[in-house]
């Protein structure tokens, strides 16, 4: 809150803009968007919601405005060179508004940006189990879960808590072992009342092939994103170099190029390791992109641990702004 504030009263005074000015080592601000649209009507995982369309659009036309926009192919150019402000535009996961919205934004703008996408929901589209959590919650008639042994409490999911219970729901999951990831989600199911997710109803909420090949045709950059999107850390080696290779192998043979860089599910610090590391360096790709917030200097960075800052719908046009050019004191 303070630091929204603060990134109000830096911009409509024009400190923003004089900071920009002043000259500085090379820096990569990279920004991470999943969906562009309005949620209101949504059952799905609120927060996944970046951005509407007209919020994206001046995002787009400032990055433009004040840095070169770059794409995952450039960073060993950005890294040679000393000076220069960079950004850029990524997209994870490979929803359908990401062709829908995102890309005639970004094409009019003529702006590159870069999606990841996991393959397994491009090949069969099913709901993922971030969005079927929270549309399991929003059916729900019930006051309270009951979800021993996963959690210890009844977890209480009356309308004024339902954010914060989604929220719970979500980080369980992101903390269990990959195999007791499916009990989880049927125990869910069951306490919640609400069944499973029916598979009808999937199938416009990814991008398709050709959509994709249409994008990377236009001068985008398709990344991977692994199979099912599970959080690798949580995974044996073989596990995640079938989860890695696959994924790279299939959006080459789609997309007809090299695949370079990846983006990790779920993004933060612990969920990745060296075996995800050593298996993305065996399937040639260069550069892996986190999601836990910050930005980069180019010299002497980390290919596998490039930072990126979440975009929410909470954070309005100062707030951008500051995260772009200041983002030592906001990314
Ligand atoms: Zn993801």
Known sequence: MKKRLLAGVLDRSGLLRAVEALPGRARLVAFN??????DRDSPYDPGLWSADAESFAAQVRFLKQHFDVVLPEQLD???ARGRGRFAMITFDDGYRDNHDVAFPILRAENVPATFFVATGYIDAPRVPWWDEIAWMLHRSRKSSLELKPFLPEPLDIGAPNRGRALTTLLRTYKSLAQE??????????????SGRHPAAGAETFWMNWDMLRAM??????????????????QMDKISQQREITLCVDRLKSELGRPVRSFSYPVGARTCFNQDTRDCLRDAGVDFAFTYYGGYSRPAGWDPYDIPRIAIEPYVDTHWFRAMAQLPEVFA
Request: charged share 15%; hydrophobic share 35%; with cysteine.
């Open 216 to 233: 990377s045709c236009a001068g985008m950059t398709i990344g991977g994103h692994t199979v099912n999107h599970p959080v690798l850390s």
């Open 33 to 38: 968007y999943h969906r562009i649209g309005d």
């Open 77 to 79: 150019d950005v890294a």
């Open 180 to 193: 007791r990831t499916d009990e989880y989600v049927a125990a869910i199911a069951h306490a919640s009342g």
